[in-house]
C-alpha cells in the first residue's frame, strides 16, 4: 500500500498504471468502520487498483464546530486499509486540494438538492460536488463507489458526473449496519453510551414507517414517525420526508408504479444521524 500526500506524486504514480488495468476510487473522510470497508471490498472485487482518499472536507460542513468536532484517525485507518489489500492511499492537505482557495463551486443539480439534506445544510452540496468533483480529476477512476447511506448525495454525484461530462461510473452501494440495525457512520463513535442505545430507534422506526406506507397515507406515515420521536427524550427529529426516489421531492400523495424513498435526520445532543429507506 502506497501513501501519497500530495497531488503531484498521486498524479504520476497513477499515469504510469497500464491503460488496460481499471481503477477504483473511495474517497472518505476517513474515522474508517465497516461500512466504508465494504465500499473498498467491492471497488477491490471489481478493479485491478483501489484508490481510496482521507480528506475532511471543510467545504461541505455548514457549522465551523461539526468540522472541528469530525473524528480525526488516521493511524487506525492506515492499518485498516492495510489489511483490506487497498493500493493506493491519497491523503491530502486543504492547501493541496484548494491551492488557491478552499470555496465552493457552484452547481446545478437539477433541483436534487432542494430538499432534506440540501435544505437543513446550505452549501453542503455545492461543497460536496466541489470535492468530488476535484478528487475525480486526480485520480481519473474508471469506478468510484458511494454508499446509500448519503443517497441524496450519491443522486447529486450521478447528475454532476453527467454534467460535467467526467468518464466514470459511479456506482451506489448497499448501507452497512450495526447488528442492532444503526447505520455505521464515522460520527457513531461519539455519541454517549445512554446515546448508542438509543439510536437503533432510528432505523426501527424506518422500518415501522416502510410497514405502514402499505396500507397508510403519507401524511399518517409522517404523523407516526413525528410522535415516536416526540416521545424520544435523547433523540430529537429534525426532519422526516417521504420522497420520490429519483427525483427527490417529497410528496403528499402515492402514484401507483413510482419508487418511493423515506429520509430521516436525527439529534442525539449535536450529533446528526442520518438514514434513509426503500419504502416500495
Ligand atoms: P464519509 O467518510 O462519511 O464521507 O463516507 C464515505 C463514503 O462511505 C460515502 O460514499 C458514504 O456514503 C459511504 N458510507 C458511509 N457510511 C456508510 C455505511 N454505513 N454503509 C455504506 N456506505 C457508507
Redesign the pocket.
Known sequence: MIVFKEVETLTKYISKIDKTHTIGFV????ALHK??L??IKRANDENDFTVVSIFVNPTQFDKAEDLNKYPRTLNTDLDLLEKVDCNIVFVPSVQEVYPVNATSEIFNFAGLDKYMEGLFREGHFDGVGTVVKRLLEIVKPDNAY?????YQ?LLIIKKMVETEKLPVNIIG?????EPDGL????RNIRLSKEQRKEAPQIFKTLNEAKEMFKNSSISEVKAYVEQVFQKNKLLELEYFEIADASSLKPVTTKKPGEKYRGFIAVFAGKIRLIDNIALN
Not at 474517497?27 to 476517513?30: A, L, V, W
Not at 452501494?173 to 449496519?177: E, G, L
Request: net charge negative; glycine share 14%; aromatic share 8%.
Open positions: 474517497p472518505t473522510m476517513g461500512g466504508h465494504s465500499l458511494f454508499g446509500e447511506k448519503d448525495q452501494c448497499d448501507i452497512y449496519r447505520a455505521m457512520s464515522s
